[in-house]
């Protein structure tokens, strides 16, 4: 078997135009589906989490299952009103690509904020301003510095999955268009 090659852009598959589907299901179904990222779901039914209440012991998995669940009606909602004004993503690759760049960019922005809601409260409890710098540095050495990549490619796997979803569930391939070879299609006034 003889694998594709990709010399030139018209060769990435996905760069069919698409319009949205008319079923008023599709973009709810497309929706749980993304939410549904498999390594979050198998694992939560492997490994059910010891605490389900919300807290500083919460499971990081309901974490980002939550986020998940606001952050992919966002996405849609903000994916449908990019369409409205510009028409664009048209295809199925430029939605995945939506998804993917901002599923890691949200990823990345509440990784950096929970590492700087992180060294505040390392602030607080510190005994010492020098024990405050201390608390600093090794928070966002491990929060920051540590947890930023790996939540970045967290992020973006879940939005990749998501992006998949919404781009196969709540799309459809565009009709090819029509030409008006007879001059019939016209305004008529």
Known sequence: MKLPRFDR??????????????EPT?????????VCWPPLILT????????????????????VLLIGLIATPLG???LGRERDLSGRPATRLGVVWRFMLYGGLLAAGLQILLA???V????????GFFQGLGATETTLLI?????????????????L????????????KSPEAVNDRLGLMGDHR
């Open 76 to 78: 849609l909602w903000y």
């Open 26 to 34: 599709a973009k709810l179904l497309a929706g749980l589906a993304a």
């Open 120 to 127: 505040v409260f390392g602030w607080f409890e510190a005994g």
């Open 9 to 22: 852009l018209e060769d990435i598959p996905g760069q069919v135009r698409v319009q949205w589907r008319r």
């Open 143 to 159: 929060y920051g510095v540590g947890g930023l990549p790996v939540a970045i490619l967290v992020g973006v796997s879940y939005a």
């Open 161 to 172: 999955w998501a992006g998949l979803c919404v781009a196969f569930i709540a799309f459809q």
């Open 44 to 63: 939560l039914a492997i490994w059910p989490p010891k605490n389900w209440l919300p807290g500083g012991e919460t499971d990081w998995r309901l974490l």
């Open 116 to 118: 700087l809601i992180l």
